[in-house]
């Protein structure tokens, strides 16, 4: 009897050591949601408050503009290759023959771009060689170099912002930046910053810097991310705004004079999860939506094209980015404003 009394509590432990790590491991894997971070935040202003919580308002994200809006369509310039016969000689005429392959004819736009980048770089050592062209091909050939470099910044903008793999890095992306994740965002920036030096410099790269920084940039879309992130954060700080708003003006905390007890609790949800939680997230998520913007305004810029979709897009961009600043600032505000209507300060008692 004795025996099995010893064994059941053993199993007993072992089911207890059991159950212990299934739910260390359960919490672990278990990341926190912005939206939780944010709904924290705005119950626990509520409940300070003694407020009902106003609805979310609806938010719209600047939409990333279609790609028949924003497609270049530079004029199909191609050279003969019995005509480029006496070209033989030069790298160019193995160039010609690659671009009016099959492969060629279909060639993604990163590799239509390191075609027509290879091109501007042999055709004028060719013609500046001492091989010997006839004087109707050396004219056919110099007006197709002037052409090739009229339109090379629009095979320039198909490769980049009118490149489904770069779109996607706005489009892409549907849930909000999670508080405290393993992103390597920093590595993420720098690349957008590596595809923005790229665009400034084309004729200075490499096929493979081009096929390796549009690569890293699908693998994460931190724009579209940080899209979501800005518009759940405006949506839920304004909800707290409203709340601590209306206690101001009634000076909910203080309605004798004296602050009561829940002035304290209030003071402490704005230290401890305002300021100690939700303003670090605010400002990740502004340092990822930042990465992109400014390496996509940069592209737009250098790119010296017209396009009235992607300067609209930009300028809303920009707009949004805005509207989430003020709102942060705004909610600071609300929070001193309402500590000094009982006649405190930002800073806790000490």
């Known amino acids: 009897m004795a025996i099995w009394q010893e064994r059941l509590a053993m199993l007993q432990r072992l089911f207890r050591i059991a159950t212990v790590l299934i739910l260390t491991m359960a919490l672990v894997?278990?990341?926190?949601?912005?939206?939780?971070?944010?709904?924290?935040?705005?119950?626990?202003?509520?409940?300070?408050?003694?407020?009902?919580?106003?609805?979310?308002?609806?938010?719209?994200?600047?939409?990333?503009?279609q790609p028949r809006a924003i497609l270049q369509?530079?004029?199909?310039?191609?050279?003969?290759?019995?005509?480029?016969?006496?070209?033989?000689?030069?790298?160019?005429?193995?160039?010609?023959?690659?671009?009016?392959?099959?492969l060629g004819k279909l060639a993604d736009p990163l590799i239509r771009l390191d075609y027509e980048r290879r091109l501007l770089d042999f055709l004028p050592t060719c013609l500046n060689s001492d091989i010997e062209l006839d004087a109707e091909l050396r004219t056919e050939l110099e007006a197709a170099l002037a052409q090739k470099?009229?339109?090379?910044?629009?095979?320039?903008?198909?490769?980049?912002?009118?490149?489904?793999?770069?779109?996607g890095y706005w489009t892409n992306g549907s849930t909000a930046i999670a508080p405290h994740d393993n992103i390597d965002a920093n590595g993420y920036a720098a690349n957008q910053q590596a595809l923005a030096a790229l665009v400034a410099n084309p004729h200075d790269s490499e096929l493979d810097d081009w096929l390796t920084t549009m690569q890293l940039t699908t693998q994460y879309p931190m724009g579209g991310?940080?899209?979501?992130?800005?518009?759940?954060?405006?949506?839920?700080?304004?909800?707290?705004?409203?709340?601590?708003?209306?206690?101001?003006?009634?000076?909910?905390?203080?309605?004798?004079?004296?602050?009561?007890?829940?002035?304290?609790?209030?003071?402490?949800?704005?230290?401890?999860?305002?300021v100690g939680e939700v303003q670090p997230w605010l400002g990740e998520v502004d340092r990822r939506f930042l990465a992109g913007y400014d390496s996509l305004a940069m592209m737009?810029?250098?790119?010296?094209?017209?396009?009235?979709?992607?300067?609209?897009?930009?300028?809303?961009?920009?707009?949004?980015?805005?509207?989430?600043?003020a709102t942060i600032r705004q909610q600071v505000r609300a929070w001193e404003h309402l500590l000094e209507r009982c006649g405190a300060s930002v800073s806790p008692r000490r």
């Open 29 to 65: 894997g278990c990341e926190r949601s912005a939206e939780s971070l944010l709904d924290d935040y705005v119950s626990r202003v509520a409940r300070v408050l003694d407020a009902e919580r106003p609805p979310l308002q609806p938010l719209s994200l600047p939409a990333y503009p």
């Open 225 to 274: 991310h940080s899209l979501q992130s800005m518009r759940l954060a405006v949506q839920y700080l304004q909800q707290a705004e409203t709340m601590l708003q209306d206690a101001a003006a009634d000076q909910r905390l203080c309605p004798m004079g004296p602050a009561m007890k829940e002035f304290d609790y209030a003071r402490n949800v704005m230290v401890n999860v305002f």
């Open 73 to 102: 369509y530079p004029p199909d310039i191609r050279l003969d290759l019995l005509d480029a016969w006496a070209l033989r000689g030069c790298e160019v005429f193995v160039l010609i023959g690659e671009r009016n392959s099959i």
């Open 149 to 167: 470099r009229a339109t090379f910044n629009q095979h320039l903008w198909n490769a980049t912002l009118a490149n489904p793999d770069y779109t």
């Open 300 to 325: 737009q810029s250098v790119s010296a094209l017209n396009s009235d979709p992607m300067a609209s897009y930009i300028f809303l961009l920009e707009e949004f980015h805005q509207q989430y600043r």
